[in-house]
Structures are given as C-alpha cells and as structure tokens.
C-alpha cells in the first residue's frame, strides 16, 4: 500500500483487528444474551436489558470512563485480570474490549429479533423427537436465525470500525496500539497539512463500511436460499 | 397401555380425570375447551400440570407427587401435531430422519423405506417443506414421528386444519397406522367422523371431566356425549363389501343384512365401517310399499329415551347390529313404540364412516 504512509496502514491494520476481534468474541454471548431474552423468563430479566442496552443510550465518553474505573491498571477487575496477564490498560485488547462493549446491544438486537421470529412450537416439535434443549437450538433454532446472526455481527463489526469516544477515553490514541481508524482521522486532522491523510483514511472507512455491508446482504441471501425460503 | 390421571385448573373449570388407554388407537373425544390439549400436552411433557401421574406401560413419564418429571426428549413418544411443524429448512428427507439422530442405540427402528412407501411421500425426499401442499406436510409430519421409534403416538386434531379433500387423503394413512404398526396412538378430535373411522377406544370430556369411556360404536351411539349435539349420533356397524352393481350401487352385508350404498371405492371383500346417523332413520310399523329407500331393516324396539325436547332417541335391534333412529315424541306415541316393539327402520342414508359427519352420502332420498 503505497499511497498510505505507515502510520495510516498501521491505524486501518488495528481498526480491522481491533473490529474481528470484537464482533466474533462477543457471538456467543451475544446469542446467549439473546436467546435469553427472548425465550426465558427470569427475575431481573428487565435489568439485564437495561445493562446490554445501556451503552447505546449513554455517552460514549461516559462508557469510556467506566471501563477505565473497571478495567484500568489501578482498578480492581483490572488488577485482577493482571495476575493472569490479561490487560487492556493502554492495549489494542482494550480498544477491541470498548468496541465490542458498544457494538454488543446492536448485536443482541439483531439476533433477538431473529429468534422471536422462530416459532417455539419447532423447538416443542424437536424435543418431542427427542433432542435435548440445546440440540434443539443448535439443529433447529441456530440454522433458522443465521441471517439474524450475520446482520448481528456486520452492525458489531461496523460500529467497531467507528468507535470513537469510549476507546480514546478507555486506552487513549496511542499510534500502534489503541489508535484505531477514528482516531487516527481526529489526529490528522488536529495538525496543520493533515487533510490528505485524514481523507484517505475517510475513504477507506467508507469503503470498508460499504464492503461490510454489502457482504451481509449477499450472505443473508445465500443463507435465506439455504433455508428454503423462496 | 398408558394410565393418566391428571388435576389442572382451567378457565372456568378444574381438569380433574384418569382414564387408561388399551393398545390401538384411543381418540380423546370432546368440543373445544374440554380440555383435550391440556391431557396431551401433559403426556408428552410440553406443559407440566398441576399434579397427575401418567405412566406408558409401566414406565412412569411423570408422577408429580413424587416430584418426578421425565424431560419430553426423554418420552419417546412420536407427536404429530395440528399443523405439520415440519422444520423449514431441512428437507424432507432430513426432517424424516430427525428423530433418528435422538434415539437411544438399540430402538426398535422403523424402516425409512417401509414408511415411506406406506406415506407415499418417495417422490417429495429432496424437497423442502415451503414446496408441499397441506396434506403432503401432514404425511411427512406423521412420518417423521413414526421413525423416531416412539413408544406412544399422540396426534392432537391432525386433520383439522385441512379441508375435507385433504382431510380424505390423510385418514386412510392413520387407519394404516393403527393396522400395520403396533405403536399404541392418543389421538384428539372433536370429529364424530374420525371417531368413528379410526378409534378402537374412545375417552369422552366435557369441561375436564373424563364423561364416558367405551368403544366407538357406543359412544357413537349416545347423543348425549356428542360434543356436536344430537345431528352426530348414530349407529356404527361392521359391514363387508359383497359386489358392485352395474347401476352404480355397492351392496355391503352386514350382519346377513344387505345394505346398498353409491360406489365404495373398495374392493369386494373389505370390512368397513358404516355409519348410520340416527336422524337419517324413520321408523315404520308396517313393511313399507312403494318407497324410494333402498335399505329397510325388520327391528325391535330396545329401549326408548327422551329428554325435555320434543325429540326421542329409539335404540333398535336388528341383524345389522344396533341402530338408532332420532324421531318425535308424538310419532312415538302415534306408532305406539316400546320396548319390544317390532318395526322396520327406513334408513335415509348409510354412509361409509368418512372425515366428516357433513360428508354422508346419501342413497336415495
């Protein structure tokens, strides 16, 4: 890539890292947190709602914070996770930590919608054949809500990629490290001559955003096909 | 045999029962709000009741006063349910197989081909459920239960969301099932027809509570258990198919007594079932001349019973078996009808026992 200075590559190699990361770890606790709330009823099942969603509606910055008082070095979570040399302080971890926070109730959304979709009564049919509640889910449910788990994972990804104020507030923007797409362009710009640079690395936003999307259809697609849907 | 004794409150009323289930098919029989999906629900362990036992030959699937409760992918039973719940994105074939993937090692398994063939579903293998008619998900969904090695069918309404041509496609594959396999079936209806057509042994609701308990003859015979009221009781008698006229006519025997029905689409030699609804049947003192009806039987008045209204049932003896005939009390006392009485029985119409108590067909009228 030779029309990208070293530094803008390196911003687009994180931001891209930082995003897979963050969108395929959280999967399986994204369709659990789903699967939970759309067919259980337990107590609290309102204030968990509350939590996965909260990172939509507050601040990011204010996101950002409470992951550093969590998390951090000083904090005890983060001193904890210390010993067994986990750390986000001021790492690329950490930014995919903040990224997969935010994108997390995009994804729960996604995929719960996708599950109330599916009639229960296939699971009821299913276990009546004799499969156990979770080879109900894995040959019945899972294969029907694929399409759901795609767009789950592309809006996680996408708001990955644009994640800004919770990870500068987290890990700070620490070229090589923490400094992601995002805040790459707010740095570029924060200096006189940066222009060019920052418009580089706006068209690759664009255009990776267009290309995640436009891979969401076409699997969805293919999925809808797979499932018989004509 | 499966034992089920079960209490569950219910709208307006308590689900108070227990009856036993012999070998063959057992047709929970009531109109809607009896409480027929409640039991069969609760015997395939969809939904936990209040407190009961039911036990499958002599293994107990859930006894709640002993807190025990065997999960329903434990049961082992085969659930065909009102709509197909085929799953969408397997195919056919696939969906067929489903159950297999379950079953405990050692099962008696049922041949995929056999079933197949009996369902007539070989050329509907590759295809997915979206691609099939009603009737065709409906068969697959009764193969797909039968090859999962059940101990025990349940089938709760299975026809009742098909219309009456589907509903005549699919009864013969049930009649198979209860002839060529030896799974016992609960199958719930509020049909008079599919009763009479299908069931070896009937459990009457009303309102939770088990009203009568018999052979589908009886039942069949009892207006007062009829969910549909008194225009669905009638007689049920066995009848062999002797030869087809060339005008068009089937002449069946039944008991030595001849009875001529339009074209049977069945070989001479078949045991039928007939139904004779007590309102198609008028009595006479006298052989009666110069009338259009084709099927007249010499009787004997049994036993007379009316109610409030002005309608009386007659239950007559005659070859054929038993027969009933719904008339008015005034005749009964014009003709001088009781017990003992002999009389001929003008029967209107014989049908063979078809999907639908509207589908009598009527010989002469």
């Given at each position: 890539m030779t029309w990208l200075g070293p530094e803008e590559w390196q911003a687009v190699a994180l931001s891209l890292k930082v995003s897979i990361w963050a969108s395929l770890v959280t999967l399986p606790f994204g369709i659990f947190t789903a699967y939970a709330l759309a067919r259980w009823q337990f107590p609290g099942k309102q204030v968990v709602n509350g939590l996965v969603h909260l990172p939509l509606i507050l601040p990011p910055v204010v996101t950002g914070y409470l992951l550093l008082l969590t998390f951090g070095p000083q904090a005890g979570l983060g001193g904890f996770l210390q010993q067994f040399g986990i750390s986000f302080a001021f790492r690329w971890t950490g930014a995919a930590l903040a990224a997969a926070i935010m994108g997390f109730p995009l994804m729960v959304r996604a995929i719960r919608l996708s599950i109330e979709a599916v009639d229960p009564k296939l699971e009821q049919a299913a276990a009546t054949l004799g499969a156990n509640p979770f080879w109900a889910f894995a040959t019945v449910t899972l294969p029907l809500i694929l399409p759901g788990i795609l767009a789950g994972v592309i809006l996680a990804f996408a708001k990955a990629m644009g994640e800004f104020g919770a990870t500068i507030t987290f890990v700070s923007n620490i070229p090589g490290q923490t400094q992601t797409l995002p805040s790459a362009i707010y740095a570029f710009l924060q200096v006189p001559g940066g222009e060019s640079a920052a418009l580089r690395l706006v068209g690759i936003s664009v255009a990776v955003a267009m290309g995640a999307l436009i891979l969401s259809e076409v699997l969805a697609r293919r999925a809808a096909r797979r499932l018989g849907g004509l | 045999m499966l034992e089920v004794s079960l209490r569950q409150p219910l709208d307006g009323f308590t689900l108070d029962l227990s009856f036993e289930a012999p070998a063959g098919v057992t047709v929970l029989f009531g109109g809607s709000g009896a409480g027929k999906t409640t039991v069969i629900n609760a015997v395939a362990g969809l939904k936990r009741p209040e407190s009961g036992r039911v036990a499958l030959n002599g293994r107990v699937l859930f006894d709640l006063g002993k807190g025990l409760w065997v999960p329903p992918h434990r049961r082992r039973l085969g659930y065909i349910f009102q709509e197909a719940r085929l799953f969408p994105h397997l195919t056919v074939r696939q969906n067929l197989l489903f159950g297999r993937w379950f079953a405990p090692r050692g099962a008696v398994r049922e041949d995929l081909d056999r079933i197949v063939a009996m369902l007539g579903i070989g050329a509907l293998?590759?295809?997915?459920?979206?691609?099939?008619s009603g009737g065709e998900k409906q068969r697959v969904a009764i193969g797909r239960a039968l090859l999962s090695s059940p101990d025990l069918i349940l089938a709760d309404e299975p026809l009742a969301a098909l219309d009456e041509a589907r509903k005549e496609e699919i009864l013969p594959y049930f009649e198979r099932l209860r002839d060529e396999l030896k799974v016992p079936m609960l199958y719930v209806s509020h049909s008079a027809a599919e009763v009479a057509r299908l069931a070896t042994s009937v459990v009457v609701l009303k309102d939770g509570q088990v009203q009568r308990q018999g052979n589908a003859a009886e039942v069949l015979g009892d207006d007062r258990v009829m969910p549909t009221g008194v225009r669905a009781a009638g007689a049920l008698l066995e009848a062999r198919l002797l030869r087809h006229h060339p005008d068009g006519l089937s002449e069946l025997d039944a008991g030595g007594v001849s009875l001529f029905l339009p074209q049977v689409q069945q070989v001479p030699g078949s045991l039928l079932r007939v139904r004779i609804l007590a309102q198609d049947v008028i009595l006479s003192r006298h052989r009666p001349e110069?009338?259009?009806?084709?099927n007249i039987l010499p009787a004997e008045v049994e036993q007379i019973r009316s109610g409030s209204g002005p309608g009386a049932m007659v239950s007559l003896k005659t070859d054929a078996g038993r027969v009933l005939a719904r008339i008015t009390r005034r005749s009964a006392q014009a003709l001088e009808l009781s017990s003992g009485t002999q009389c001929y029985a003008v029967v209107k119409s014989v049908a063979i026992?078809?999907?639908?108590?509207?589908?009598a067909v009527p010989v002469d009228d």
């Open positions: - | 293998m590759q295809r997915h459920p979206v691609a099939l110069g009338l259009s009806a084709l026992a078809r999907s639908d108590v509207g589908g």
